[in-house]
């Protein structure tokens, strides 16, 4: 069941090279002379690779059914990160190669959202928002903005975040996981 090029749209998940892939932008071209084709630039699941192809009129696009599901991190051991799954309550552990960079934000309890393709987990996507509490800062100096009035900050899952200068130990902040950026202090 191969689908047109009229039908590729952000977020559709799809076939290409039996790698699975979701499209993130779609521009679809209708030129005064020759076929139409659609310009899209594609994630890959597995590895968060993007990349960028042309499919054309003729080209078969395999649609890939891939199933969301909540998953709730347990803990880890050496380079296996468990999970549970929300609804069957089953164990389903990552390695790091997977996780990458997401690991340093995984804390007890956290929800993430599993990408499932055959009954295989291709991937996790974290809350875009996660609030985490400080545990080592230097003390920030008042009228020192000669660093942009930002410094580095060591979260309760050891990853180390920019903050303002206002931001102590025991702060509770909230931290953009898309692009490790200090958002806001709650609480």
Do not use: C, W
């Given at each position: 069941m191969a689908l047109s090029i009229n039908e590729i749209k952000p977020g559709l998940t799809i076939l290409v090279d039996n790698e699975v892939f979701m499209v993130i932008e779609a521009q679809h071209v209708k030129p005064g002379k020759g076929a139409a084709?659609?310009?899209?630039?594609?994630?890959?699941?597995?590895?968060?690779?993007?990349?960028?192809?042309?499919?054309?009129?003729?080209?078969?696009?395999?649609?890939a059914f891939v199933e969301e599901r909540r998953l709730q991190y347990l803990y880890s051991s050496g380079k296996a990160y468990h999970f549970m799954d929300q609804e069957n309550f089953e164990e389903i552990v990552l390695s790091d190669d997977i996780l990458q960079e997401k690991k340093k934000f995984l804390k007890d309890n956290l929800e993430v959202t599993g990408y499932f393709y055959k009954h295989q987990i291709l991937n996790i996507s974290l809350p875009n928002f996660i609030e985490f509490e400080v545990i080592h800062t230097e003390p920030g100096v008042k009228g020192d903005t000669a660093k942009s009035g930002t410094k580095p900050a060591k979260i309760e899952t050891g990853a180390i975040i920019q903050v303002p200068l206002f931001i102590n130990v025991g702060d509770k902040i909230k931290v953009d996981t898309r692009t490790d950026e200090y958002i806001e202090r709650v609480g």
């Amino acid at each position: 069941m191969a689908l047109s090029i009229n039908e590729i749209k952000p977020g559709l998940t799809i076939l290409v090279d039996n790698e699975v892939f979701m499209v993130i932008e779609a521009q679809h071209v209708k030129p005064g002379k020759g076929a139409a084709f659609v310009r899209v630039k594609l994630r890959n699941l597995k590895n968060n690779n993007i990349q960028e192809m042309t499919f054309r009129g003729e080209d078969k696009i395999e649609p890939a059914f891939v199933e969301e599901r909540r998953l709730q991190y347990l803990y880890s051991s050496g380079k296996a990160y468990h999970f549970m799954d929300q609804e069957n309550f089953e164990e389903i552990v990552l390695s790091d190669d997977i996780l990458q960079e997401k690991k340093k934000f995984l804390k007890d309890n956290l929800e993430v959202t599993g990408y499932f393709y055959k009954h295989q987990i291709l991937n996790i996507s974290l809350p875009n928002f996660i609030e985490f509490e400080v545990i080592h800062t230097e003390p920030g100096v008042k009228g020192d903005t000669a660093k942009s009035g930002t410094k580095p900050a060591k979260i309760e899952t050891g990853a180390i975040i920019q903050v303002p200068l206002f931001i102590n130990v025991g702060d509770k902040i909230k931290v953009d996981t898309r692009t490790d950026e200090y958002i806001e202090r709650v609480g």
